[in-house]
């Protein structure tokens, strides 16, 4: 029979990762042949708000830094995923035709917000409509529309460090983000004064990326795969009704012409405050949503080596501040949020900024920009260069008026903007390629936003990262492995966002540890700031920094489905003989008067008359003496022994240790250190951490041996629940019954009755008003 062929879990990538180079090298480091692409925009836009919709123009210099001659340009134009007939509309696919047509609850069924999405996706008439594109002279140059994508042919060809300069004129309607989703939009409120609030970004024509791994990135946006740019300076100037406020990217420039003198004096109290200034209030707010003016005010905005850009604006906006300035970080950490948002906008919003700030600082490095701001609108959670949009907010009693928040909704504001201005330094200033990886952004940006919540408050109510959490998805089997393109990802939030995280959880405090991995990590932060890194990249430098040979953990983690399933599979136990006879034979006589006594025995006990209890005198020597009796030819055996040992040997003997062999098997594919709690007779509880490479000659089966000064008399396997295994049910000896519960139900009858549903008296509006009705006193 052949032999089973050997699965070396530790083998190295070289396989998988490209070669490297002097442009990206074997350490992980950007080389000394680094290149990447820059754009620079000047962009005019005015905001046409009874028709939502924008017109722009933009000026854009393309500067080539690769050493390549470029024929043509691409850019992207993410608005055509609302087009009608856009690949992402006809790509979307029900989950199942079970979930579709047999839901069993709300949670199978299909929402009504599902179901308005898709129905008005057919008839908005979305995208970009493109109405010139020129060159430096004013020419036009021809261009061709490949669906979220636009080449511009060029009159010549673009040598290695050579810059281009074109503009291009659009307008675009604006969806409503409510109905349609998206990462951008308006959102309509069923107030009294009938006010939108505009969240807008991937709004202008970007430049696509070109690089040294894929040189152009243009593969088409479907919906998942996000954006993948190139820094640039823009100066960005925004017409809109004049009692607009505008958040934005950037530096504002003319807030003498947009700001009222009380606004500009709040501003500069807000700079060295040590809690936020209300810029804007909610009174002041509120009268802005009275009225609408007819003129209009133009924003000016400046910002400098940014890959995005994007806005808020509304007449509905509250507007607090709050300046942070530490080593190298001075910015104002600012929230702009509807009367809808408030108290838990007014209490949360910029103090959570700030927190972000404050953490991510500590483990990546020092945030580079004037502004960080938060907005809430109708987007749940989306970022941009110094901007985020986030969603929650408290609920209205339509009855009573009142105002509360959830549990949910106050973490998940805190925990929603921690993650989303997170994403300023993943992906906004350490540039992944979000189109390809989702998880180079999504994953090491939920990472830091976990180690982010656990500084805010003990016991942090926390959704992903817990290694225990996630092991539902770990044994599931609709998954794939992480490294897989953003578009093609099942399951993409377990994915994409709590997979890496809980994998590099057990990264810093299993199999690192945290002073190891938190410089590596920095590491990785400041090498490859204002850069792109891939994957490879991050996979060396965290080695390299670390000092440690992870070939194995990214591979087990990131090119594959397995789990960890470690089963404690038996124990047995040796003493180190002392080869005194005394000790020995009384040890073996212990070990013989433990083995239960045959049912025999047991039953001829006390009923069965033995003939040498009637006639002793046929007991011998043998009656008084067993095997287990001492001999003189033992002790002198054991006298002589003792005289040929050397004094260390002699002490060897003496320690009396417990000697334990442990067989483990690996279940789940997935290579892990052991992490060993043993108990000893006494009651002492220890952790014994016994690293991944345990598994190197065998990534099935691995036998440890324990030794003890006592006793073991139990062991767990990763008894913190921090490997992720899916199945602790197998990891201790011996065995732990597992609790749990079982609901019991009382049966119910008659609950499909026709006659008396039909007999029930049918609710009326006034009816309904009448039980409403509070009852007077």
Known sequence: MAAEPFDDKFRQLDELLPTPGAIRTASGAPGHAYWQQRADYSIRATLDEPNRAIQAAETVTYHNNSPDTLSYLWLQLDQNLFTPGSDNRMTSTVPSRDSWAKARGE?????????????ESRTFQGGFNITSVKGPDGRPLHFVINKTMMRIDMPQPLKPGAKFVFSVDWNYKINDAKSLGGRSGYE???DADKNDLFEIAQWFPRMAAYYDVYGWQHKQFLGSGEFTLEFGDYDVSLTVPADHIVASTGALQNPDAV???????????A??????????TQAEAEAAEKSRSTATKTWHFKAKNVRDFAFATSRKFIWDAQGYKKDGTDTMAMSYYPKEGNPLWEKFSTQAIIHTIEQYNKYSLDYPYPTAISVNGPVGGME???ISFNGPRPTKDKKTGEITYSKQAKYGLIGVIIHEVGHNYFPM??????RQWTWMDEGLNSFVQYLAEQAWEENYPQSRGEPRAIVDYMRSKNQVPIMTNSESVLQFGYNAYAKPTTALIILRETVLGRELFDFAFREYAQRWKFKRPTPSDFFRTME?????????????WFYTTDSVDVSVDGITEYGVSSKNPEIEKAWKKAQHDAEPVSLTDQRNKGTLARRVDTHPELKDFYNDHDDFTVTNKDRNKYNETMETLEPWEKALLAQGKHLYLVDFSNLGGLVTPLVLEIELKSGKKYIERIPAEVWRYNSKKATKLIVTDEPMVGLTQDPYWETADTDVSNNSWPRKITPSRVELFKSERGTNDLMKDFKTPLKTKDSKDKADKPKED
């Open 271 to 280: 700079r060295t405050s040590t809690k936020p200034v209300v810029i804007v």
């Open 429 to 434: 200033i350490v540039n992944s390629d979000e």
């Open 384 to 386: 941009y260069p110094m």
């Open 107 to 119: 949670q199978d069924g299909v929402r009504f917000e599902t179901m308005r999405s898709m129905m």
């Open 188 to 190: 309509r409120f069923d």
């Open 259 to 269: 700001l009222t003198a009380t606004q500009r004096d709040r501003l500069r109290q």
């Open 544 to 556: 390299d920094a670390s000092g440690t040979d992870l070939d194995w953990f990214w591979r087990g």
